[in-house]
C-alpha cells in the first residue's frame, strides 16, 4: 500500500519561508520521480515542481521558480519543497505525488496531475499579506 503523507504548512507572512516534507511509504522511492501540486480554492490542482528519480534533474513552475527549492533524501524516503519569499498567491494546499510503478523512471515532459498515480493528504499554506 503506498502512502504519501505532507507535513511542515502552515501560515507565515509575505516574504517569509517554509518547508514542506513528504515522507513516502510501501514503495522504495529513491527510484522515483516524484513531483508537487497545488491547489488554492476554486482553482484547479497546478503543477508547482518535480524532481528525476536520480535528483539530478528538476523542474518548476514559473511562478515558483527562483523561490522554491525541491529535493529529495533517499534515505529516508522523503521529498521537500523548500519554499522561499513566499506571496499571499502562494496560498493552497500542496500535495506532493508520485506515479504509478511503470513510469517510476520516467520524467514527465508535460506537467500535469494526471501523470501521476499516488497523492498525500495535503499540507495547507496560508500567507498573509
Known amino acids: 500500500q503506498v502512502q504519501l503523507v505532507e507535513s511542515g504548512g502552515g501560515l507565515v507572512q509575505a516574504g517569509g519561508s517554509l518547508r514542506l516534507s513528504c515522507v513516502a511509504s510501501?514503495?522504495?522511492?529513491?527510484?522515483?520521480?516524484m513531483g508537487w501540486f497545488r491547489q488554492a480554492p476554486g482553482k484547479e490542482r497546478e503543477f508547482v515542481a518535480d524532481?528525476?528519480?536520480?535528483?539530478?534533474?528538476?523542474y518548476y513552475a514559473d511562478s515558483v521558480k527562483g523561490r522554491f527549492t525541491i529535493s529529495k533524501d533517499n534515505v529516508k524516503n522523503t521529498v521537500y519543497l523548500q519554499m522561499n519569499s513566499l506571496k499571499p498567491e502562494d496560498t493552497a494546499v500542496y500535495y506532493c505525488?508520485?506515479?504509478?510503478?511503470?513510469?517510476?523512471?520516467?520524467?514527465?515532459?508535460?506537467?500535469?496531475?494526471?501523470?501521476?498515480?499516488?497523492w498525500g493528504q495535503g499540507t495547507q499554506v496560508t500567507v498573509s499579506s
Open positions: 505525488a508520485a506515479p504509478d510503478d511503470k513510469r517510476r523512471l520516467q520524467y514527465p515532459v508535460v506537467k500535469v496531475a494526471g501523470w501521476y498515480d499516488y
Open positions: 510501501g514503495r522504495t522511492f529513491s527510484r522515483y520521480t
Open positions: 524532481i528525476h528519480w536520480s535528483g539530478v534533474t528538476t
